[in-house]
């Protein structure tokens, strides 16, 4: 076992999108940090970091914070990718919840607009809608982002399967391919059927929960812990890492600042130890973490 620290380095690096945009590899997360003290410190921490890519929702209920801090951070608007999301009661009102989203961010325009999950539900009832469904929504975010006049550069999916997927692309009404499809990814949910299609579609993975989310077991699991020792590295910059070599976009959340400069910042894992994490769930058994019980993932 050799213990020879490895070269970490702040991961600024981008990765292209199908329609010729730009988005950086390592995004912070912003799910449970809804009051402001939490997601304005954390997305003004980032930002002063290195970070110029953010992840929220208008579930997550802290656009406003983020936003105040993308502001406070005196970075240029353009210098930073800002990603939030259609709730699932919103999935008729697309135009008014992009509306509602840019005016709490305080943003002329998201980098890119995401449908949360493919699930449309009626505010009044909470039902799902019976004459709407995700491919309705898909069209309407196409709509959007062709009318917007550049308030959305990019749209794609989140939570989307790969039946799901092959039914939206074989509408004929669906023009614009997915930029991205953000999905739970981590060495316990590598998903490798959905990796190749995606991968074959042109269709970035965007990997949530990447450290396996709050009390996490993936970040203790011993396999992870060793190949951190190994490389004098933290759990969680393996983890990242090798969602980064798998050219996934990574979007590791933290509100403690210590974490989230050290998230940023990572290294190449040797063959050996990426083979290791690629087998990690044949092995040891998969782990969906992230699961709100919608039916979405049958
Ligand atoms: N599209 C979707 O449906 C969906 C679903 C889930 C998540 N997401 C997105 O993906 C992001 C990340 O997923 P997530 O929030 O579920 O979880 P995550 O990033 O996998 O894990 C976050 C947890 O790990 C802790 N943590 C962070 N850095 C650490 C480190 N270096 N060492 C040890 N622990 C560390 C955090 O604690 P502290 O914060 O206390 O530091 C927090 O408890 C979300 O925030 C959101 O933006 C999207």
Known sequence: ????????????????????????????GTWQAADRDEAYNATLAALKNGYRHIDTAAIYKNEEYVGEAIK????????????TKLWNTDHKRAKEA???????????????????WPVSTDP???????D????????????????????????????????????????PEVTIVPAVNQIEAHPFLPQPELYDYLKEKNIIIEAYSPLGSSNSPIIKNPAIVSIAEKNGVEPAQVLISWAVQRNTVVLPKSVTEARIISNLKTFTLSDEDFATLNKLAEVEGVNRICNPGWNVFA
């Open 1 to 28: 076992m050799t213990n020879t620290p490895v070269q970490l380095k702040a991961n600024t690096a981008t990765i292209t999108l199908n329609d010729g945009t730009k988005i950086p590899f390592v995004g912070l």
């Open 72 to 83: 406070d951070s005196g970075i240029p608007r353009e210098e930073i990718y800002v990603t």
């Open 124 to 130: 009044a009832t909470g039902e799902n809608y019976k």
């Open 98 to 116: 992009l509306e509602t989203s840019l005016k709490k961010l305080g943003l002329d325009y998201v980098d890119l607009y995401l449908i949360h």
């Open 132 to 171: 709407w469904d995700y491919v309705d929504t898909y069209k309407a975010l196409q709509k959007l982002y062709k009318e917007s006049n550049g308030k959305i550069k990019s749209i794609g999916v989140s939570n989307f399967n790969k039946e799901r997927l092959e039914r939206l692309l074989s509408d």
